[in-house]
Nanobody, 117 residues
Framework: QVQVVESGGGLVQAGGSLRLSCTPS????????MGWFRQAPGKEREFVAA????????DYADSVKGRFTISRDSAKNTVFLQMNSLKPEDTAVYFC??????????WGQGTQVTVSS
């Protein structure tokens, strides 16, 4: 059973930064296209960012382009999400998983990000 562990969330003022980390136990991330997702209260989970395994090309939701950066460290089996210029509307629980829905693992607990205005 894969266990995904996300960390790095917290409370930050608008304009601040946070760096999230994700490590899935039992799986090697370099074999997967990885993604970050988020779910705000009362809303559906949505795509935030993704990185491919083949050449580390990236893709972002329009709402975070230019502010968030996804990266991976295969040696540490970890995926990161650097979040800069945070806005109150970025407040959500952040999750990571494989980008491809058919290959997704059970969702982890996520990490809470709260941005105050």
């Amino acid at each position: 059973q894969v266990q995904v562990v996300e960390s790095g969330g917290g409370l930050v003022q608008a304009g601040g930064s946070l760096r999230l980390s994700c490590t899935p136990s039992g799986r090697i991330i370099r074999r997967y296209d990885m993604g970050w997702f988020r779910q705000a209260p009362g809303k559906e989970r949505e795509f935030v960012a993704a990185i491919t395994w083949s050449d580390s090309s990236t893709d972002y939701a329009d709402s975070v382009k230019g502010r968030f950066t996804i990266s991976r460290d295969s040696a540490k089996n970890t995926v990161f999400l650097q979040m800069n210029s945070l806005k109150p509307e970025d407040t959500a629980v952040y999750f990571c998983n494989t980008k491809t829905r058919a290959l997704q693992w059970p969702w982890g607990q996520g990490t809470q990000v709260t941005v105050s205005s």
